[in-house]
């Protein structure tokens, strides 16, 4: 970890078609290659899929998708004396957004389906109802940090 000054987060644009920062940082991440009109693409054609199927906006299914896979609490290694313990932390707020995104696209990425499109729309979906890869990877972090809570007073 830098001990120089943290560094400042920068301005993201909004994107054209919603108006909101937090979708052109979902396209971001989304994207392979630099190609971003093909990430972009592939997002707005899974909102218009999610539309489709629930008949409500779009939008307001990603951002609870998006709350559903934001993890709370994490472990991380702490060597103290030899030994390495798994010591449970809160997530920082920028790492919370950051992991739900991340694991999002990563369940998204693993799942079978014709296209990108098709399957991110449907790991959205599952994600907004409560479940799908990206949930049951955030019940999983919570659960290992719940089992090593006797290690909390490690923490730093």
Same mark, same amino acid.
């Given at each position: !970890?830098?001990?120089?000054?943290? #560094? %400042?987060?920068?301005? *993201? ?8 920062? @937090?979708? /052109? ?5 989304? !994207?392979?290659?630099?190609?971003? #009109? %093909?990430?972009?693409? *592939? ?8 539309? @489709?199927? /629930? ?28 030994? /390495? ?72």
């Amino acid at each position: !970890m830098s001990r120089r000054n943290r #560094s %400042t987060p920068r301005e *993201i644009p909004a994107d054209p078609k919603y108006g909101s920062g @937090e979708v /052109t940082r979902f396209i971001n991440v989304l !994207m392979l290659d630099g190609k971003k #009109s %093909t990430a972009e693409g *592939i997002f707005y054609e899974a909102m218009r899929k999610i539309e @489709e199927k /629930t008949g409500q906006p779009g939008l307001n299914v990603f951002r609870q998708a998006l709350t559903n896979t934001k993890p709370v609490l994490e472990v991380r290694s702490r060597r103290v004396g030899g030994a /390495t313990y798994q010591v449970p932390m809160e997530v920082s707020p920028r790492r919370r957004d950051s992991l739900g995104r991340r694991w999002l696209i990563l369940s998204a990425r693993g799942r079978s389906g014709k296209s990108m499109s098709d399957r991110l729309a449907a790991e959205l979906l599952d994600a907004s109802r409560g479940d799908g890869g990206a949930v049951r990877k955030k019940d999983e972090i919570h659960r290992m940090a719940e089992a090593n809570k006797a290690f909390a007073h490690y923490r730093w």
